[in-house]
T-cell receptor, first 108, second 122 residues
Framework: SYVLTQPPSVSVAPGKTARITCGGN??????VHWYQKKPGQAPVLVIS???DRPSGIPERFSGTNSGTTATLTISRVEGGDEADYYC???????????FGGGTKLTVL | EVQLVESGGGVVQPGRSLRLSCAAS????????MHWVRQAPGKGLEWVSG????????GYADSVKGRFAISRDNAKNSLYLQMNSLTAEDTALYYC???????????????WGQGTLITVSS
């Protein structure tokens, strides 16, 4: 089955840039979606189709996808961005939805 | 406003069954695929199952295939998950999620409920 690999944690100071990676075999050939998950809250879609921002998501959130790595970039990080972030793809070979293991973003 | 409200959670003994429900409102329920996604305590998100808009296509994660059954009632704007032969590994917060498409795959979840907690314990 298809596996997505994320770093368990990323730390960044307020105002700096956070980059969260999501690795997978030829992930550049897939559409990657990113979700933000805060404790006690439902997940929120922050990036769809590798780099599209849904309505209401700040421009500080952006995404790229190429080769074996997709990246979620959060610019000018704020305390409110502290959350777990999950990448997600559709694995057509198994007809399964796959999530990465999640990355905990800590704002120092 | 899109709303997804899960119910049916609780504490259940290993080997027993439970049925979850998700009441949807604020959108044309019969035009979109729907899914269940779970999160075990301290763990990440795991897709459980999905059903297309007309129930014509259904999928399950390997971890629940043969034990869980997803269904929907478009007349009642409701999604269900029948969970049988439950084990401790099924303990999790179960989310109902709306897809942006009619088909059950490829998936992209644009709205999620708040979840309902299932604890499997003797």
């Amino acid at each position: 089955s298809y596996v997505l690999t994320q770093p368990p944690s990323v730390s960044v100071a307020p105002g700096k840039t956070a980059r969260i990676t999501c690795g997978g075999n030829n992930i550049g050939g897939k559409s990657v979606h990113w979700y933000q998950k805060k404790p006690g809250q439902a997940p929120v879609l922050v990036i769809s189709y590798n780099s599209d921002r849904p309505s209401g998501i700040p421009e500080r959130f952006s995404g790229t996808n190429s080769g074996t790595t997709a990246t979620l970039t959060i610019s000018r990080v704020e305390g409110g961005d502290e959350a777990d972030y999950y990448c997600q793809v559709w694995d057509s070979s198994s007809d399964h939805t796959v999530f990465g293991g999640g990355t905990k973003l800590t704002v120092l | 406003e899109v709303q997804l409200v899960e119910s049916g959670g609780g504490v259940v003994q290993p080997g027993r069954s439970l049925r979850l429900s998700c009441a949807a409102s604020g959108f044309n329920f019969d035009e979109y695929a729907m899914h269940w996604v779970r999160q075990a305590p301290g763990k990440g998100l795991e897709w459980v199952s999905g059903v297309s808009w007309n129930s014509g296509s259904i999928g399950y994660a390997d971890s629940v295939k043969g034990r869980f059954a997803i269904s929907r009632d478009n007349a009642k704007n409701s999604l269900y998950l029948q969970m049988n032969s439950l084990t401790a590994e099924d303990t999790a917060l179960y989310y109902c999620a709306k897809d942006i498409r009619r088909a059950s795959g490829p998936t992209l979840f644009d709205y999620w409920g708040q979840g309902t907690l299932i604890t499997v314990s003797s």
